[in-house]
């Protein structure tokens, strides 16, 4: 597996490794993944607050530092277990993205991905680009068309990729109504089974229902309604 897709690049500064697209491997320095500089603003909605609103030479963007969830952040909120640079979260979320706009599928822009050593561990981070005016489906579900979401989730599936956590929080509308698709650590890419597919649409019920009780049950139906049977929705 190559670890970085064709067109980009691997760059030292310091202790980091920037991985960017060539075009901008001119622009890209140490501070493109730090989240103490000035004009940080959290991102306030969904994640584990590991991500922050930025600008610079790259415009507006998205910095996401990798972080654990449940009983693995005991080991260490922000480190992970060094298995060589292909196996890098943040590089592997930026296959997946290349892949997934390479298909068509409306995902953001990567911008870069970097990582830090320290003996057998790691730490990661990804810059992705900013969509303008972004609100998640969590918080607009009344401006939401089921329709769009499913339609945009199906393509998803067709290109072959599989959403670790496919929530409420990890779908965003902008303010001409486009769907987005975020938040790709952990997917898969290869053929997506009816299986993977039923797991994929059962935790989004579970996040709709988790973040808007009935109404957002009854939106679930009215996506349901949108999708074909082959797509493994319902059992």
């Known amino acids: 597996m190559r670890p970085l897709p064709p067109g980009w ?3 030292a500064f310091g202790a980091l490794w920037l991985a960017v697209p060539d075009h901008l ?5 140490l501070q493109w993944l730090d989240a103490s500089q000035p004009d940080a603003r959290p991102v306030s909605a969904g994640g584990r607050q590991a991500a922050w609103f930025v600008e610079g030479a790259h415009g ?3 910095l996401r530092h990798y972080r654990r969830g449940g009983l693995r952040a005991r080991l260490g909120q922000e480190r992970y277990f060094w298995l060589g640079l292909a196996r890098v979260r943040a590089l592997a979320e930026v296959r997946v993205l290349v892949h997934l706009k390479q298909a068509g599928v409306p995902v953001p822009e990567p911008l870069a991905a970097g990582f830090w050593r320290a003996g057998p561990w790691y730490r990661t981070a990804i810059l992705l680009h900013r969509i303008p005016s972004a609100r998640p489906l969590a918080l607009c579900l009344d401006d939401a068309d089921p329709g769009s979401v499913a339609r945009v989730l199906l393509e998803m599936h067709a290109a072959g990729v599989w959403h670790a956590d496919l929530n409420a929080w990890n779908i965003l509308l902008d303010d001409r109504q486009q769907v987005w698709l975020i938040d790709f650590d952990r997917a898969r890419l290869g053929v997506v089974s009816r299986k993977q597919a039923q797991r994929n649409w059962l935790r989004l019920r579970r996040s709709l229902v988790k973040v808007a009780g009935l109404r957002g049950a009854q939106w679930w139906d009215g996506l349901s309604l949108c999708l074909p049977r082959s797509s493994g929705a319902m059992p």
């Open 9 to 11: 690049s691997l760059h």
């Open 25 to 29: 491997s001119h622009l890209a320095g």
């Open 60 to 62: 507006p963007a998205v």
